[in-house]
């Protein structure tokens, strides 16, 4: 089986900014009434007119020198015109970089482990809105459009066709969003803010392109399905055809949309209502002065100063806002390894579990901190100290207030352990005489103590009663004989 | 003497101001005045007067008070049903937006409120501005008021219909290819499209965006002159209004033209030309040159291709600008059918009427794949050379002057069967569109009762110029 190219086309929102891309509706629209955040404008009420947000520029040029990519002297945009309910206008205000037009940059690459996939462009467009089904697009009488996304910010970045696998893709994808999230432009984490479309062509077919893949984890599986499907055409010695296709989520398949022949017909043509917009190099180089630490300098430094493992230190860039809160545990407790595996391990695997967004979880450094001093002081132990984060993720309570309330402090009273133990003895008096000889049936003795008190027994404390205990019995058996 | 509803703005403004004149007189012998004639003329298509009568009380109470009345204060006006007018309803003559209700006043309509004008109503255009005779209305054409059987030119036939006979006082339109200076022509009155990005088009319903601007059609050069310092200047709006510093137009009224050197490009003289217009337009350059100024005949080579460069610049962007007119979100919808591509391929087919979408076939074919290098790119191509050819021009001359139309106005109906000849009458009045020019038309005199007009065009932002010289024109000719 010969060589796969992959190319993507990330639709990226930017959705840091206040307002839309030609007028002034607000941007957090998410989880909003429907057509709640809309104007005469962005509506394309008859004769209003853009006016292009500035901001969205600066914040387009950040992502292009982030990307390494070459920003043009100045740039057009181009109406994309096409009949569909989500297009107000029933055209788009995009750029284009054929008939004399020049979008907003071209190259530049992105670093994965072991290459680097280049960026053939990036341009800034206008999102259209949304639309809904009543059920499923099939049984649905009607769509339903909710024009609050329609005029938002968004940025296509084109790759050229370097990735040779769909794992790759995903690579690449987690790389540009981690990007995008240390610019604090686009937050990758808000529904449908990222999005993409694939090409793939293998050796000896043609290309075809994915349309409709919602988030990456999609992506990954959409190439999956479209390699595997390719691959047994080639088997069959059937070449596969140049065509777009759609990816069902539901179904997991990708369904033909059209066989392309040409380019689709847009009618391109410069949009008349903007001017081009000028960018100076003073403009760059201003914007240029604010740009933050990027993933990659981001993990050095999390390694150099806090001594993570390069595994951890991955996590935390990844997931940036966890990084974040990471810098602020480790400056309120001397114990950044141990916090970062706290973080890395139990939180995010149950924030996974749970689908909880680490946005949503609703615990402070502080939370985080105080936990591990009681496990290091030995009011808790490692085992209950995981209870009591998962509680804290889901309410916010403090731990000090989740283990009295719920009574987990550790149990240091010999007495008690003594009633315990020798309540253990008396139900387990064949364990008793086996762990005379047997360290494993101690330990199990040891175990059924910390069982009755759900693991608050002082371990230590417990070891030390169970084999004083033992010893007792040994005595007065030998007694006995 | 005079009737109340046939003064000139400025002097409206003059007796309002100084109490000889009670707002409320005047604008209720303005609609008397509409309801007399309008039957016949067909000028309006929507009259405001509950809104204008209030405004009017308003404005004599504000004199009374000895309050600050602004520089167009009680002067009764015409709009033209495409610049959008909040709470009244803005047609631009077509069945699709027949409905249609603007939440928003245009930036040009907000700077007239604001120095006290009084909107009477909304008046009668081609379809979308897509005409030069205003048959092309989905409300039935406007008629010329100084002759039943012709045409008042178009675009903007109804304001300029409406100045001519006293219906409105001063009226704004819209020019994109002639459309305000054609039915200046056509009516006996002035109209001026000003220096594209000069008036925003904030509110204008668009055409073709990179050539039209907003346009006052009045009765005088005088109120030319406060009518442009009213609505001139740049607006945040509209990303193609351009920062200059303001004007004031007034002083350029009275200014003698010693020494002006005038253009006369042949090429807007062409053969087709009626005679008795030639005759009428060398008649008004020979007064200017008795005045002190100079003429000398030129030739533009690029023109030959202005009139096919323009309607398909024209056409291309209009053909995308009414994609929106889908029924959809506002405007005519027809009653539904099967899925969303049927119900809106059935409004627009009911929506729009036959020049429309002649148009707009026009405008799609230009811009296809295949084609757009050879239409729409060349256009932009042949828009730059006549550019360059005007600016050579622009070197040696102050103004340039030419017929307005080549034509006397025509009898109704007599263009509608062969669209082509309806497009030559724009080919004095496109080349000022295409470079972005400011181009005035000025009565100098009529045949047969017919109007006819003078075009003169100037540079970018000299219209000032324009203003000097037709007001010099105009003073000899009342004498
Ligand atoms: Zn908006």
Known sequence: MGNIKIGLEVHSQLTNLNSKLFCSCPTDYRGKEANSYICTVCMGIPGTLPVLNKKAVEDAILIALSLNSKISDKMYFFRKNYFYPDMPKNFQISQYDKAGGITLATGGYVSIPNKKVRIRRIQIEEDPARITYEGTIYKSKSSLVDYNRAGIALLEIVTEPDMESPKEARIFLQKLSSILEHLDVCHSYLEGSMRCDANISMEGGKRVEIKNISSFKEVERALNFEMTRQRNLLIKGISTKMETRHWDEIRRVTISLRIKEEEEEYRYFPEPDLVPTIITKEWVETIKDKMPELPDAHKERLIKKYELSPQNADVLVNYKLLGDFFEKCAEIYYKPGAISNWLVGDLLGYLHEKGIQLQEMKISPVHITKMLKMVDNGIISGKIAKTVLEEMIISGKMPEIIVKEKGLIRIHSDELIEQLTNKVFEENKEAVNDALEDEKAMHYLIGQVMKLTKGRADPELTNKVVRDKLIEHKKLLEKKN | ?479
């Open chain 2, 1 to 479: 003497m005079k009737k109340i509803f046939e003064y000139s703005a400025f002097q409206i403004v003059e007796k309002i101001r100084n109490g000889e004149l009670s707002s409320l007189e005047y604008i209720n012998a303005l609609f008397d005045r509409i309801k007399e004639v309008d039957s016949k003329i067909h000028a309006y298509l929507t009259v405001a007067k509950d809104m204008a009568l209030d405004e009017a009380k308003e404005i004599d109470e504000k004199a009374n008070k000895g309050e600050h009345l602004g520089s167009l204060c009680g002067v009764g006006m015409a709009i033209k049903d495409n610049i959008c007018t909040e709470s009244i309803r803005t047609t631009c003559s077509s069945k699709s937006l027949s409905n249609f209700t603007p939440s928003y006043d245009a930036t040009v309509i907000e700077r007239i409120r604001k120095e006290d004008a009084i909107i009477l109503g909304k008046t009668n255009m081609d379809e979308f501005a897509m005409g030069s005779s205003t048959e092309y209305s989905f409300f039935g054409p406007t008629i010329n008021p100084y002759n039943d059987e012709r045409v008042a030119g178009g675009s903007s036939g109804g304001s300029a219909a409406a100045v001519a006979i006293s219906e409105a006082t001063a009226s704004l339109g819209s020019d994109t290819g002639g459309s305000v200076r054609c039915p200046a022509s056509f009516c006996g009155v002035i109209g001026l499209k000003p220096t594209y990005g000069l008036v925003s088009r904030y509110g204008l319903i668009a055409y073709a965006n990179s050539l039209e601007q907003i346009s006052p059609i009045v009765k005088d050069v005088r109120d030319l002159a406060i009518l442009l310092n009213c609505i001139a200047g740049h607006d945040e709006r509209d990303s193609t209004s351009l920062k200059v510093v303001k004007d004031d137009y007034t002083r350029f009224i009275g200014n003698d033209i010693k020494g002006l050197k005038i253009g006369v490009p042949k090429e807007l003289f062409g053969h087709g030309t009626n005679k008795h217009v030639l005759k009428r337009v060398w008649d008004a350059i020979h007064v200017l040159e008795d005045l002190g100024a100079s003429y000398t005949e030129i030739s533009l080579d690029s023109l030959e291709y202005a009139l096919a460069s323009y309607y398909i610049i024209a056409n291309s962007e209009a053909s995308s600008n009414l994609a929106r007119y889908d029924g959809l979100r506002y405007g005519f919808r027809s009653d539904e059918v099967n899925d969303w591509s049927d119900t809106f391929s059935k409004n627009r087919r009911e929506g729009f009427g036959q020049e429309v979408k002649r148009r707009i076939i026009l405008g799609t074919f230009a811009l296809s794949a295949g084609y757009y290098n050879k239409y729409y790119l060349k256009a932009q191509k042949v828009r730059t050379l006549i550019k360059k050819d005007f600016d050579k021009a622009f070197k040696k001359f102050d103004i340039l002057a030419s017929p307005t139309m080549p034509i006397l106005p025509f009898k109704l109906g007599e263009k509608l069967k062969n669209p082509l000849e309806m497009y030559m009458c724009d080919l004095d009045t496109v080349p000022a569109n295409l470079i972005g020019a400011p181009a005035i038309s000025v009565p100098c005199g009529s045949y047969d009762g017919l109007p006819i007009g003078i075009q003169f065009i100037a540079q970018p932002f000299k219209e000032g110029s324009l203003i000097q010289v037709s007001y010099k024109l105009e003073e000899s000719l009342q004498d």
